[in-house]
């Protein structure tokens, strides 16, 4: 809980518009009452970390998208469009729980892909996991080796 913690507060910090529809964002993921517990702990549990990533999207498929640190827990990306996307890690031994949040900075849609053979949300194998349009926060975390759950 408190990598989720640590992560929200990062990015209520990174982006103040944020603060007034952190629980909206949290809430398909987290019950409203856990997710609003999560941003209210989050905006006064600020804490300094370099545990993040700028990354670019790239690519129109997991075999070419962009891929993401599997050792840096906040994924700031840009160049979203729509085909573009990025890649999760996958998961090691022992990193079930491990959640990324992942901040799609600009307007286009980000395409999201599991680690090769993996899932998101119960799709199918490498299927993409496609963010609503928007600079929006996408949160993710294993379930299993390369099982993914975001929203």
């Not at 009452?33 to 999560?38: F, G, P, S």
């Not at 989050?42 to 050792?71: C, H, I, K, R, Y």
């Not at 840096?72 to 959640?99: C, N, W």
Request: glycine share 10%; net charge neutral.
């Amino acid at each position: 809980m408190r990598s989720i913690v640590i992560m929200i507060s990062l990015l209520l910090a990174a982006v103040p518009a944020y603060a007034d529809t952190c629980s909206k964002n949290l809430v398909p993921t987290f019950t409203s009452a856990q997710a609003t517990l999560v941003c209210k702990k989050g905006l006064q549990q600020v804490e300094p970390t370099d545990n993040f990533e700028t990354v670019a999207a790239a690519g129109s498929t997991a075999g070419n998208a962009a891929a993401l640190s599997g050792t840096k827990f906040f994924h700031r990306v840009t160049g979203a469009d729509g085909t573009k996307g990025v890649i999760l890690a996958a998961a090691a031994a022992g990193d079930v729980g491990e959640v990324h949040t992942i901040l799609n900075t600009t307007a286009g849609v980000l395409k999201v892909y599991p680690a090769t053979g993996g899932t998101i949300n119960g799709a199918s194998a490498d299927a993409a996991f496609s963010a609503l349009t928007g600079i929006k926060p996408i949160i993710c975390y294993t379930t299993a080796a390369s099982t993914w759950i975001c929203s």
